[in-house]
Nanobody
Framework: VQLVKSGGDLVQPGGSLTLSCAAS????????MRWYRQAPGKEREFVAS????????NYADFVKGRFTISRDNALNTLYLQMDSLKPEDTAVYYC?????????WGQGTQVTVSS
């Protein structure tokens, strides 16, 4: 299982950014996918999840209305569109898939929100 992330950057408050996670090594279209993040000095926390057919989404309260999770099963890619970014969104963002009770993680990408 490989989850390769891209899209992290430095962005100003109020700005937007899109993260991508290219998956391989498993049948992507069959699995729920998730985004997590970890800010400096804090534990990793759940951000959003998306069902295999994009029919069900779930968001952490602190990103509702600002972030959108999506996927393209033809490209085996997961996305996180982040709008109205705040300094407190600064963190390393990870994509995640759980297969047979084993968690697999992308390498993490840094998102910094600062003026």
């Amino acid at each position: 299982v490989q989850l390769v992330k891209s899209g992290g950057d430095l962005v100003q408050p109020g700005g937007s950014l899109t993260l991508s996670c290219a998956a391989s090594g498993f049948t992507f279209r069959n699995y729920y996918m998730r985004w997590y993040r970890q800010a400096p000095g804090k534990e990793r926390e759940f951000v959003a999840s998306l069902s295999w057919n994009s029919g069900h989404t779930n968001y952490a309260d602190f990103v509702k209305g600002r972030f959108t999770i999506s996927r393209d099963n033809a490209l085996n890619t997961l996305y996180l569109q982040m709008d109205s970014l705040k300094p407190e969104d600064t963190a390393v963002y990870y994509c995640n898939v759980a297969i047979a009770s084993v968690d697999y993680w992308g390498q993490g990408t840094q998102v910094t929100v600062s003026s």
